[in-house]
């Protein structure tokens, strides 16, 4: 009646213990992970937003940020408000 079992069944078994082993593993640094990010977003909310201009002060040289558009002729970028020195009439 309580023989040994099937070795198929022991390595079913076996299966099966490491599956929810490891699920519980996985479950468990995914946690770990949400609680991480939880705290790095909470320690960013804290910290007042710069705009664009304080940031690229901080980059260390001094200068304005330039927006840069397209060159209507060439495609090249450049400044807003400047002319492209492509050589085309256009």
Do not use: H
Request: charged share 25%.
């Amino acid at each position: 009646m309580f023989g040994l079992p099937s070795i198929q069944k022991l390595i079913v078994l076996g299966l099966v213990i490491a599956a929810v082993w490891y699920g519980f593993k996985f479950l468990g640094r995914l946690q770990q992970a949400r609680k991480a990010e939880a705290k790095l977003r909470a320690g960013e909310a804290k910290k007042p937003q710069k705009t664009r201009t304080e940031r690229s002060a901080e980059a260390g040289n001094g200068e304005e940020v330039a927006d840069l558009v397209p060159c209507p002729t060439c495609g090249a970028y450049i400044q807003a408000g400047s002319k492209c020195s492509c050589g085309r009439k256009d």
